[in-house]
């Protein structure tokens, strides 16, 4: 079957799952913030079967200082590099035991969770095997708040040009960071797994859907989530979801999947608003000027041209 | 019948011993000397003879990475690397512990970089010494193929939950054919229980595994797993005495060798041994008072039998395998010493640096030892000496 075809149980505002948060609440995440937003719905939208292996980072920290936990399904944290070798030895071990009738002959989706500086620096290479190795009901979820929030701030690979931080500061001779955002999903699906998709808190049934398709399609899965950061991007507290929904409209960071390697954009944005209108409410571009946002714009065109060919190239 | 010994690399005797223990999982990424253990892995996996998932990482921190996920979920596992993989994987070293997750991990020891060099010392294992792993040695084959059986016993017991590392030394014990007995799959079968993990992941009975300690829990948790790093002395021995008893074959944490009426006794640890003992017989027929002792069981460190052991000699000389930098003793001398020190009448202790990145180990060297030892009791040694060393 194809991947596209794979039938899964679709989230809408009146199957919206009732009850108990997978994530409990009570977790120590900075009021207003996006990345444990993300990961609430995601986890809410799989239920509770399913086993979560986190990296080192705001939402391990945040979720589980003991003896308290804020997970009500079965969790490992190891390290900062290494969720997707933790969770490639994980899934073995359970088809293993499955096989071998140790356990019960049901397929439990194991979902490593990593930040940007998890997923795109430190444990890029961790990834890349267990997306090569092809672990079946492997889905990594990759919550992109553009930099090492959980240390103070330091910039990534996934920290967008122009941003302000504590390690690409702006300053008389730097305009912040100075390289371009990484392209995550391209790497990813370069990897040819079946399922890679972004998706962004505002647009949460969308969100919701695509970790339940990932869990539903057998091979690796990708999820690159948007995940505000108020504190770490000078922002405005309540300001999380409007900003999830203006990078998506600015065509900023579209939402799309590729499935078989095929691309879909999930929501085509036909009258952006401009680029400028997203980086204003954000402190870490104040600095820049209107000729670094005209820069930013034209990349942004750039880069969202190159996904319509992609996704014109392989029609589903 | 006794089982007769077959002719066999050292190396696959302990994939072989894998097989036989029925691992799970096995996740590892090559490396000289340990190549050949996983490569035989590899091949009893793709013949159907071992029903296990071999995962090949990209990396050995990758390996034990893995190796703490699958443990967590509860599947026997089993890793095996050598020097820069080790190091590599460090810090996983330092977490699987711990987080109480049993693997079996084999070290063909091998020498750390810089300069990079494939031979045997123990420099990568004594670089993890204090990561709370169970660390036993081999010094034969058929320890080698026995020691791989009993760790899983030892680790996965619910009074212990502790990783295991059996050293072996690369090449000289790893690459030599020896005649090793091969138990049946049915007698290993019968000495070791199913991998019972109580603690595990589990959709039916969620826990979380890896929490964030801070100042007022950490120590505690760091002393919990030393508690039952130590307390796991006496499970070792009785899974040794169970052993014995199941397969005839007798192992100890200590080792002595014609040591009651020692004046002068050698301490090592490895495949060295066998070459200290014959050394010891020459000097011995010569008429020197020398005996051995060989530690098998490094962590927990069997502090009370060597004490026993070490006590009545005059001189206690020690072989360290690892070059100490910028201290004055290497990591086997240190302990020896600190298990001394509140004797009544202490032993004079001295240190002796050896076979270094596959430098060769002679007779002659202990016999150097022994001499060098016999002038050093008139005074001195303030540091190890490295034996055979050009200067
Ligand atoms: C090997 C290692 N290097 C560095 C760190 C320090 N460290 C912990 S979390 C973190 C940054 C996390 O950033 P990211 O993955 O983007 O997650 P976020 O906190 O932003 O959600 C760093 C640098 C570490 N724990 N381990
Ligand atoms: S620093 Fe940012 S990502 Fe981390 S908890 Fe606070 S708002 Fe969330
Ligand atoms: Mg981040």
Same mark, same amino acid.
């Not at chain 1, 995550?184 to 890679?196: N, S």
């Not at chain 1, 339940?212 to 899965?221: D, F, K, Q, S």
């Not at chain 2, 029925?22 to 490569?39: F, G, K, L, N, S």
């Not at chain 2, 080698?144 to 009074?159: N, Q, V, W, Y």
């Given at each position: 079957?194809?991947?596209?075809?794979?039938?899964?149980?679709?989230?809408?505002?009146?199957?919206?799952?009732?009850?108990?948060?997978?994530?409990?609440?009570?977790?120590?995440?900075?009021?207003?913030?996006?990345?444990?937003? @993300?990961?609430?719905?995601?986890?809410?939208?799989?239920?509770?079967?399913?086993?979560?292996?986190?990296?080192?980072?705001?939402?391990?920290?945040?979720?589980?200082?003991?003896?308290?936990?804020?997970?009500?399904?079965?969790?490992?944290?190891?390290?900062? *590099?290494?969720?997707?070798?933790?969770?490639?030895?994980?899934?073995?071990?359970?088809?293993? %035991?499955?096989?071998?009738?140790?356990?019960?002959?049901?397929? =439990?989706?194991?979902?490593?969770?990593?930040?940007?500086?998890?997923?795109?620096?430190?444990?890029?290479?961790?990834?890349?095997?267990?997306?090569?190795?092809?672990?079946?009901?492997?889905?990594?979820?990759?919550?992109?708040?553009?930099?090492?929030?959980?240390?103070?701030?330091?910039?990534?690979?996934?920290?967008?040009?122009?941003?302000?931080?504590?390690?690409?500061?702006?300053?008389?001779?730097?305009?912040?960071?100075?390289?371009?955002?990484?392209?995550?999903?391209?790497? @990813?699906?370069?990897?040819?797994?079946?399922?890679?998709?972004?998706?962004?808190?505002?647009?949460? %049934?969308?969100?919701?859907?695509?970790?339940?398709?990932?869990?539903?399609?057998?091979?690796?899965?990708?999820?690159?989530?948007?995940?505000?950061?108020?504190?770490?991007?000078?922002?405005?507290?309540?300001?999380?979801? *409007?900003?999830?929904?203006?990078?998506?409209?600015?065509?900023?960071?579209?939402?799309?999947?590729?499935?078989?390697?095929?691309?879909?954009?999930?929501?085509?944005?036909?009258?952006? =608003?401009?680029? @400028?209108?997203?980086?204003?409410?954000?402190?870490?571009?104040?600095?820049?000027?209107?000729?670094?946002? *005209?820069?930013?714009?034209?990349?942004?065109?750039? *880069?969202?041209?190159?996904?319509?060919?992609?996704?014109?190239?392989?029609?589903? | 019948?006794?089982?007769?010994?077959?002719?066999?690399?050292?190396?696959?005797?302990?994939?072989?011993?894998?097989?036989?223990?029925?691992?799970?999982?096995?996740?590892?990424?090559?490396?000289?000397?340990?190549?050949?253990?996983? +490569?035989?892995?590899?091949?009893?996996?793709?013949?159907?003879?071992?029903?296990?998932?071999?995962?090949?990482? +990209?990396?050995?921190?990758?390996?034990?990475?893995?190796?703490?996920?699958?443990?967590?979920?509860?599947?026997?596992?089993?890793?095996?690397?050598?020097?820069?993989?080790?190091?590599?994987?460090?810090?996983?070293? #330092?977490?699987?512990?711990?987080?109480?997750?049993?693997?079996?991990?084999?070290?063909?020891?091998?020498?750390?970089?810089?300069?990079?060099?494939?031979?045997?010392?123990?420099?990568?294992?004594?670089?993890?010494?204090?990561?709370?792993?169970?660390?036993?040695?081999?010094?034969?084959?058929?320890?080698?193929?026995?020691?791989?059986?009993?760790?899983?016993? &030892?680790?996965?017991?619910?009074?212990?939950?502790?990783?295991?590392?059996?050293? &072996?030394?690369?090449?000289?014990?790893?690459?030599?054919?020896?005649?090793?007995?091969?138990?049946?799959?049915?007698?290993?079968?019968?000495?070791?229980?199913?991998?019972?993990?109580?603690?595990?992941?589990?959709?039916?009975?969620?826990?979380?595994?890896?929490?964030? !300690?801070?100042?007022?829990? #950490?120590?505690?948790?760091? $002393?919990?797993?030393?508690?039952?790093?130590?307390?796991?002395?006496? $499970?070792?021995?009785?899974?040794?005495?169970?052993?014995?008893?199941?397969?005839?074959?007798? #192992?100890?944490?200590?080792?002595? #060798?014609?040591?009651?009426?020692?004046?002068?006794?050698?301490?090592?640890?490895?495949?060295?041994?066998?070459?200290?003992?014959?050394?010891?017989?020459?000097?011995?027929? !010569?008429?020197? $008072?020398?005996?051995?002792?060989?530690?098998?069981?490094?962590?927990?460190?069997?502090?009370?039998?060597?004490?026993?052991?070490?006590?009545? !000699? $005059?001189?206690?000389?020690?072989?360290?395998?690892?070059?100490?930098?910028? !201290?004055?003793?290497?990591?086997?001398?240190?302990?020896?010493?600190?298990?001394?020190?509140?004797?009544?009448?202490?032993?004079?202790?001295?240190?002796?640096?050896?076979?270094?990145?596959?430098?060769?180990?002679?007779?002659?060297?202990?016999?150097?030892?022994?001499?060098?030892?016999?002038?050093?009791?008139?005074?001195?040694?303030?540091?190890?000496?490295?034996?055979?060393?050009?200067?």
């Amino acid at each position: 079957m194809r991947s596209a075809d794979v039938p899964y149980e679709k989230v809408t505002a009146k199957t919206f799952p009732k009850g108990l948060d997978t994530l409990a609440s009570g977790h120590r995440a900075c009021q207003g913030c996006g990345e444990v937003l @993300a990961l609430r719905l995601l986890l809410k939208s799989l239920g509770s079967e399913f086993i979560a292996v986190s990296a080192t980072g705001c939402m391990e920290v945040c979720t589980s200082t003991f003896p308290q936990s804020s997970w009500r399904v079965p969790w490992l944290h190891v390290a900062f *590099e290494n969720a997707a070798a933790v969770a490639s030895g994980v899934e073995s071990a359970l088809h293993v %035991l499955r096989k071998k009738g140790k356990i019960p002959n049901k397929r =439990i989706p194991v979902v490593a969770v990593a930040g940007d500086g998890g997923t795109a620096d430190i444990g890029l290479q961790a990834l890349s095997g267990a997306l090569e190795r092809g672990h079946r009901d492997f889905i990594y979820v990759c919550l992109d708040n553009e930099a090492y929030m959980n240390t103070g701030i330091q910039r990534s690979s996934a920290t967008p040009f122009g941003a302000n931080t504590t390690t690409s500061p702006s300053g008389t001779h730097s305009k912040g960071q100075h390289t371009w955002k990484k392209n995550m999903p391209a790497i @990813a699906a370069a990897h040819g797994v079946p399922y890679v998709a972004t998706a962004s808190p505002a647009f949460h %049934l969308d969100l919701m859907n695509k970790i339940r398709r990932a869990a539903a399609i057998e091979g690796p899965a990708y999820l690159h989530v948007y995940a505000p950061c108020p504190t770490g991007w000078r922002m405005k507290p309540e300001l999380a979801v *409007e900003c999830s929904r203006l990078v998506v409209n600015s065509r900023i960071f579209p939402l799309y999947e590729v499935i078989d390697g095929h691309y879909v954009i999930n929501r085509k944005v036909d009258n952006p =608003i401009p680029v @400028a209108d997203y980086l204003k409410q954000q402190g870490r571009f104040r600095h820049l000027k209107p000729e670094d946002v *005209e820069l930013i714009q034209a990349r942004v065109n750039l *880069e969202y041209e190159n996904l319509v060919k992609l996704a014109g190239t392989f029609p589903v | 019948m006794a089982k007769k010994p077959i002719g066999i690399e050292v190396s696959l005797a302990v994939a072989e011993a894998v097989k036989l223990c029925d691992a799970d999982v096995v996740a590892a990424y090559p490396i000289t000397p340990q190549t050949h253990i996983v +490569e035989h892995l590899s091949e009893l996996v793709a013949n159907g003879e071992l029903d296990a998932a071999y995962i090949p990482v +990209e990396s050995e921190h990758s390996a034990m990475s893995s190796c703490i996920g699958s443990s967590a979920a509860g599947a026997r596992t089993f890793t095996a690397t050598s020097s820069q993989g080790l190091a590599l994987m460090n810090e996983m070293i #330092y977490i699987a512990p711990v987080l109480r997750t049993p693997i079996v991990l084999a070290i063909a020891n091998r020498a750390l970089s810089a300069p990079i060099n494939i031979w045997n010392d123990h420099s990568d294992i004594m670089s993890v010494r204090d990561a709370g792993w169970i660390a036993v040695f081999a010094e034969n084959g058929q320890e080698a193929l026995d020691l791989t059986i009993m760790a899983f016993k &030892i680790g996965e017991r619910p009074d212990v939950r502790l990783p295991v590392s059996l050293n &072996i030394d690369g090449f000289t014990l790893s690459h030599f054919i020896e005649p090793i007995i091969i138990p049946d799959h049915e007698e290993v079968q019968a000495f070791l229980p199913p991998n019972e993990a109580t603690v595990k992941l589990d959709v039916a009975n969620p826990i979380s595994i890896g929490l964030l !300690a801070n100042p007022e829990t #950490y120590t505690e948790i760091r $002393k919990a797993t030393d508690d039952i790093l130590l307390a796991s002395k006496d $499970k070792v021995i009785e899974v040794f005495k169970e052993f014995g008893k199941a397969f005839g074959r007798h #192992y100890r944490v200590i080792e002595t #060798y014609r040591h009651e009426d020692a004046e002068i006794v050698l301490v090592t640890m490895g495949s060295i041994s066998e070459t200290a003992m014959t050394a010891i017989d020459e000097m011995r027929e !010569a008429g020197e $008072k020398v005996g051995l002792i060989r530690i098998r069981l490094w962590r927990p460190f069997p502090v009370e039998e060597l004490k026993a052991a070490l006590v009545s !000699a $005059k001189v206690v000389a020690v072989v360290d395998r690892h070059m100490v930098m910028g !201290a004055p003793n290497g990591p086997v001398c240190l302990e020896i010493k600190s298990a001394l020190y509140d004797a009544l009448n202490p032993p004079k202790v001295f240190n002796f640096i050896m076979g270094l990145g596959g430098r060769d180990v002679r007779r002659v060297d202990f016999k150097t030892v022994v001499e060098r030892s016999k002038s050093l009791v008139k005074g001195g040694q303030s540091s190890f000496e490295i034996v055979g060393v050009y200067e």
